[in-house]
DNA sequence: TTTATTAATAGTAATAATTATTATTATCAA
DNA sequence: TTGATAATAATAATTATTACTATTAATAAA
């Protein structure tokens, strides 16, 4: 998690931090611009998108790019897991961990039928890490 | 898994399908478009997405949403793990099959430096499991 | 083999999401 | 207080995707 080295505190990213906060929703950046506006009147979308992408890789809110074409955020930053609806892209946090073992086949959980999931493993692939910073 | 019911087989559909199986990469729209150009100059890139679309909702292929800001693909519609870099977005499939249970802290795999994983299930939610088709 | 039907395409326009640009503002160290 | 400049607001530009529509070509029927 690379920390964000930011010199000055402002009113927006204090005010885009908080709110997302507030949520267990995992709202746009259109979302968050309309809570946050209500607050900062004269606040600007392009600050919005530029201080989630820097919170978020700075570790502290987690950037979600799932199913649909925008991108969400997720104010919970401590792993957990996702559900995730096929239908109607509804992008919910599970409540009770299920690992491990994972379970594979469908089946019931948390009211939902699932039909899957997705493992994905991140970090640094070979030739970056040759690669000096 | 719901079946595309194609009432006719175009040489665009053909084509677009041979490519992408041919690949181990995770390529993009675009990315496709430009192979499949060599061999049909006159396709369109409407076509293309929109055969990647219906391919996928047929469960050929898959679509992959993940990092970076345009969808990517897979030729390989069966299961298996992806390896995505934090770094330089590569999104690769993982050769051997860690399963169960799902190794969680930081370590090596591939000749990557693991960081994490994300896992998210798939399914209907209740609300939707209520709605009549 | 010709012809008719119409699914699917090509070409293009429109939309949506995100990123870039730049003059102005406001944080913060001195 | 003041000065340097990080960060913002406003806006333009870009990128990815979807929508539209006249034309083409896949299939079935004659
Ligand atoms: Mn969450
Ligand atoms: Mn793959
Ligand atoms: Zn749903
Ligand atoms: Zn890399």
Redesign the pocket.
Same mark, same amino acid.
């Given at each position: 998690m690379e920390r964000a080295?930011? #010199?000055? +505190? @402002?009113?927006?990213?204090e005010m =885009?931090l908080r709110e997302i906060k507030k949520l267990r929703t995992h709202p #746009? %950046? %259109?979302d968050i611009y309309e809570i946050v506006r209500k607050k *900062?009147p +004269? =606040? #600007? *979308?392009? @600050?919005?998108?530029?201080?989630l992408?820097?919170l978020s890789r700075a570790g502290i809110i987690r950037k979600i790019?799932d199913g649909? @074409? +925008? %991108? +969400?955020y997720d104010g919970t930053a401590a792993g957990h897991y996702h559900l995730h609806c096929q239908r109607c892209g509804r992008l919910v946090d599970l409540e009770k961990d299920p690992s491990p073992p994972v379970r594979v086949g469908p089946g019931k959980m948390d009211g939902w039928e699932i039909t899957g999931y997705r493992l994905e493993f991140t970090g640094i692939c070979p030739s970056c890490l040759k690669k000096k910073v």
């Open positions: 080295n930011w #010199s000055r +505190r @402002t009113r927006q990213r =885009i #746009s %950046a %259109a *900062l +004269r =606040i #600007s *979308l392009g @600050t919005v998108y530029r201080n992408e820097d790019r649909g @074409t +925008r %991108a +969400r």
